[in-house]
């Protein structure tokens, strides 16, 4: 019965898996490119949300447990969240012009950085989802992803299509931009999020990886802006 139930609720897993092997297929497009980490950034997200569904799932596998409310699992994805932002960040800041590079760089990281040390002064980094510092790693990331859009889709005579980071940065806006308000959700109204909202959240995890998948099997190498 576990195994079934695992499989149930997991399924999205296959994706996980499945976006990372596209993206060592088609890595010879991208290698010397700023998404050229992209591969290592899939496999930990397979990995993580393999950690995460273990602790779940099994009473014997705990990184925190807290008597209030069982198991949890909290910690894995606040490191995640703030690796995963920082990353794509950086990424997305390759593409500005160089004199705006450093500004926006320092900038954005700094507000992802402070907000990730004044959200523990407001929950316990270790047992709770840092729902504050996420928000606001997400926001900028919104932000990073309208420029660079606007800024492709703006130029002349260029057809995104066979664009590896378009592909990814909108599977990145469109994800954030509907999780943020389920996040809030799930953190501060957890009953509506399990009863209404779970599967919105999973079909939008699907989505984001399934256009990452677009991105790889459409990529070429002389595509990259």
Known sequence: MMTWDFLK?????????????????SYRHYFDRPLRFFPMILAYTFFNELLGTLVTYSQDFQLVFSTQDHFRTSIIYNVYHLIFFAYFYWVIIQTFKPHLKNKWLYTSLGILFLA???????????IYSQVYAYITGAAVLLVLCAVYMADLLGRKNYSPKHNLLFWTVLGLFIFHLLYIPIKICKEFFTSIYVLQLRNFHVFLVLAMHLLFCVGFARSRRNAYK
């Open 9 to 25: 609720q997991n399924y999205f897993l296959v994706v996980y898996g499945l976006s990372f092997l596209m993206s060592l297929k």
């Open 116 to 126: 990730n040390i004044i959200n523990p002064f407001y929950q316990d980094y270790f």
